[in-house]
């Protein structure tokens, strides 16, 4: 941001968009607290729960099948560095470091199970009743086209990646960048079609290869019984695992 400022950009911090609206001229009218800005190109990088595109009225419906509570607790003796994913009868929990002295603690269930998911992590973490806890929903939701004529929406804002594939950075950074080379191609008057296929068909390809991995992910964190099949067949057949995280992570072996 500060780079963007020393070439010219103009920064509003700690403000609010309240509205957007298309112009005669087909830009767009944003509207910050008492301030009007025009723009003729809009870029959406506000997260999963995107504030322009729910004020273009482009989110989808939100599945509210599963929630999730996620806090960071102190760091168990002897923890390691590892990452732990624990099917439960009411759910699951997930469990990673986020430093030598922190961890990070995610539960999903149906909100019926998650008081209970809730009371399992008290007793086995050692968590006061009253810890506080991040809730998380809907914890996934329809991905959304990334661009719209002259409006753009990258990272999560045009696609939440599943929680147990989840690499949320790359994305956000790489769709911005194919972002900027479509709107640097429009800015210059090239063809605007063309720049937008282009931009889709390079986004598309950013995920191609890992989506069906996430739809397995997704069956895991929705039916525990399942993730456990998957995970005795892994036992006895080894190349599935390797298949599986040589799509999550390329090079990796197991």
Do not use: K, M
């Given at each position: 941001m500060a780079h963007a400022q020393e070439l010219g950009a103009g920064v509003r911090d700690v403000t609010t968009v309240s509205g957007i609206e298309k112009t005669k001229s087909s830009h767009w009218m944003i509207e910050i607290g008492q301030e009007r800005i025009e723009a003729r190109i809009l870029v959406g990088a506000d997260g999963?729960?995107?504030?322009?595109?729910?004020?273009?009225?482009?989110?989808?419906?939100?599945?509210?099948?599963?929630?999730?509570?996620?806090?960071?607790?102190?760091?168990?003796?002897?923890?390691?560095?590892?990452?732990?994913?624990?099917?439960?009868?009411?759910?699951?929990?997930?469990?990673?470091?986020?430093?030598?002295?922190?961890?990070?603690?995610?539960?999903?269930?149906?909100?019926?199970?998650?008081?209970?998911?809730?009371?399992?992590?008290?007793?086995?973490?050692?968590?006061?009743?009253?810890?506080?806890?991040?809730?998380?929903?809907?914890?996934?939701?329809?991905?959304?086209?990334?661009?719209?004529?002259?409006?753009?929406?990258?990272?999560?804002?045009?696609?939440?990646?599943?929680?147990?594939?989840?690499?949320?950075?790359?994305?956000?950074?790489?769709?911005?960048?194919?972002?900027?080379h479509a709107i640097a191609k429009i800015v210059r008057g090239e063809d605007r079609q063309s720049a937008l296929r282009e931009f889709s068909c390079a986004h598309a390809a950013m995920y191609r290869g890992r989506l069906w991995i996430n739809q397995i992910a997704r069956a895991a964190v929705l039916s525990p019984r399942f993730a456990s099949l998957v995970l005795q067949t892994a036992r006895f057949q080894p190349s599935i695992l390797r298949l599986l995280t040589g799509k999550i992570v390329p090079g990796s072996k197991m």
């Open positions: 999963r729960n995107s504030t322009v595109a729910r004020l273009r009225n482009l989110l989808p419906r939100p599945a509210r099948e599963r929630v999730a509570l996620q806090t960071h607790i102190p760091l168990p003796h002897n923890f390691g560095n590892r990452v732990v994913l624990q099917f439960l009868s009411e759910g699951y929990s997930g469990q990673a470091p986020v430093n030598d002295r922190e961890l990070n603690l995610c539960l999903v269930g149906v909100p019926a199970s998650i008081s209970s998911l809730r009371r399992w992590a008290e007793q086995n973490f050692g968590i006061t009743a009253d810890h506080p806890w991040r809730t998380i929903t809907p914890l996934t939701r329809a991905a959304l086209p990334p661009a719209h004529e002259n409006l753009f929406l990258i990272g999560d804002a045009s696609r939440v990646v599943e929680p147990f594939t989840g690499e949320g950075i790359y994305y956000a950074l790489r769709s911005g960048e194919l972002a900027a």
